[in-house]
């Protein structure tokens, strides 16, 4: 992980093939909100809308959700989520830290159980890349 400038703002993604979530972060504060789920077409990422959020929140760095399997190995997914680092560095020339996230869906779904009104299972995303951002958050020195 590289070294994090006093109070950034970050901006965290679950990628998924047919959804991405996203959620907000700062570093100083450790305030975290899950912002919005994007559909993906066409077989990509939607680029249009992830670049007005970055653009929007204005972050100093992004974060990747790295779908491991429990055991720590990868999966065809976490090529798949390495790829999408590596253009969202490319396309926005931020910082991009890739962040285990073998428990973000488990902790995600907690997190959805306990809101006054849950959602469905299957749009708790942008619930999991807060959780991305989170677990980002508690691995910074204190």
């Known amino acids: 992980m590289s070294a994090v400038a006093a109070g950034e703002q970050l901006l965290g993604f679950d990628f998924g093939l047919s959804q991405i979530g996203v959620a907000s972060g700062h570093s100083a504060t450790g305030l975290v909100t899950p912002l919005e789920i994007l559909t993906c077409r066409d077989g990509g990422p939607p680029w249009p809308a992830i670049h007005a959020l970055i653009d929007e929140w204005q972050p100093a760095r992004l974060l990747v959700g790295l779908p491991l399997n429990l055991d ?71």
């Open 72 to 142: 720590g190995s990868e999966a065809e997914i976490t090529r798949l989520a390495r790829r999408f680092g590596n253009r969202l560095h490319g396309r926005c020339g931020l910082p991009v830290s890739l962040v285990d996230e073998r428990y973000s869906s488990r902790a995600a779904r907690e997190q959805n159980r306990e809101l006054d009104k849950p959602r469905r299972h299957d749009r708790i995303d942008d619930l999991a890349a807060s959780q991305i951002v989170q677990s980002y958050l508690n691995s910074l020195p204190a």
